[in-house]
């Protein structure tokens, strides 16, 4: 199989810019004195900048060249393995996001499982995705099985669904034009 993020590490962050932090922030609702999992976060390129505002920051991602780009911006604690099996006890951070990769993940019902594990009671999970409801969404999934990419892309509604399931507390918001954010809470 293609390493595509081995091979697009090192200008990773060239082509895609990080986000504004303050829609994290509120989405993951920072700062809090707690530990803070980005699960597929490659670079760091949007956790890094919540780094000041939780105790801790964890990146698992399992190219191993992504986590060296974070690494080298010193951004804290690189894990790497696979979400569907996350080397942490349950119930082990307060907040734990998803930023445009769990279309990317082998197994996204055992990779959101893993991350409910993860969260303690009272965290907060936030899963950003393109909104597969949108036609340049469709279009992007296109490119990536062209681009012989694992992609699998999920509506919204399908993610709420698993997360729901699992016994979070979900609601779903988008930014109207092609990410989603599907917002749960563990209690």
């Keep these: 199989m293609l390493d595509h993020f081995g091979f697009l590490a090192p200008f990773y962050e060239r082509f895609i810019p990080p986000p504004d932090p303050a829609v994290w922030k509120e989405l993951l609702d920072l700062p809090i004195d707690g530990r803070l999992l980005d699960a597929g976060g490659g670079t760091g390129r949007v956790s890094g900048q919540l780094q000041p505002f939780v105790s801790q920051l964890v990146i698992s991602d399992e190219s191993v060249k992504m986590l060296a780009q974070a690494q080298e911006k010193a951004v804290c604690c ?110």
């Excluded at 996350?86 to 055992?110: E, I, Y």
């Excluded at 950003?128 to 012989?148: C, G, H, M, Q, R």
């Excluded at 034009?177 to 749960?184: D, E, K, M, N, Y």
């Design 78 to 187: 690189p894990v790497n393995g696979h979400v569907e099996t996350q080397p942490f006890a349950d119930n082990s951070f307060d907040r734990v996001m998803v930023v445009d990769a769990l279309h990317h993940f082998a197994n996204q019902r055992d990779a959101v499982a893993d991350l409910a594990r993860v969260l303690k009671p009272g965290g907060r999970l936030v899963i950003e995705e393109p909104d597969l409801n949108k036609f340049s969404v469709k279009l992007v999934a296109i490119a990536e099985k062209v681009a012989l990419m694992r992609s699998h892309f999920l509506y919204p509604a399908q993610i709420e669904a698993i997360l729901t399931e699992l016994g979070l507390s979900t609601r779903v918001e988008g930014d109207g034009r092609f990410s989603a954010w599907i917002i749960a809470e563990k209690y």
